[in-house]
């Protein structure tokens, strides 16, 4: 298992590029692999003080473009309790779970 992960790592500082191209925009979401392996389910957003049905921006459609390029902005009642994630219900609520890389 040691000689795996070291082996990842070599291929990942070999092949990773020097930084010097920025990203423009807001950062991504990291990978975090609790969302891919943990039990998840959604629930609603929880109430606030100033709003009775609170609505947050789905992460998901957000990351998509629409045909001027801009990100969608799709809001939702839902989200993942656990990962304190908006997310649609479907399908954006089990791609955040099963797929790894949203990008």
């Not at 930084?19 to 423009?24: C, H, M, N, P, R």
């Not at 789905?58 to 656990?82: A, F, L, P, Q």
Request: glycine share 6%.
């Amino acid at each position: 298992m040691d000689y795996r992960l070291q082996l990842v790592h070599e291929i990942i500082t070999k092949y990773s590029g020097n930084g010097s191209a920025k990203k423009k925009g807001r950062p991504g979401c990291p990978l975090n692999i609790k969302q891919l392996t943990e039990r998840h389910f959604p629930s609603h957003i929880p109430p606030t003080e100033k709003k009775r049905e609170p609505t947050r921006r789905c992460i998901v459609c957000y990351m998509k473009r629409d045909s001027k390029g801009k990100n969608i902005r799709k809001e939702t009642r839902i989200w993942c309790r656990w990962c304190e994630k908006a997310l649609c219900t479907v399908p954006c609520f089990e791609r955040y779970h099963t797929v790894g890389s949203l990008q």
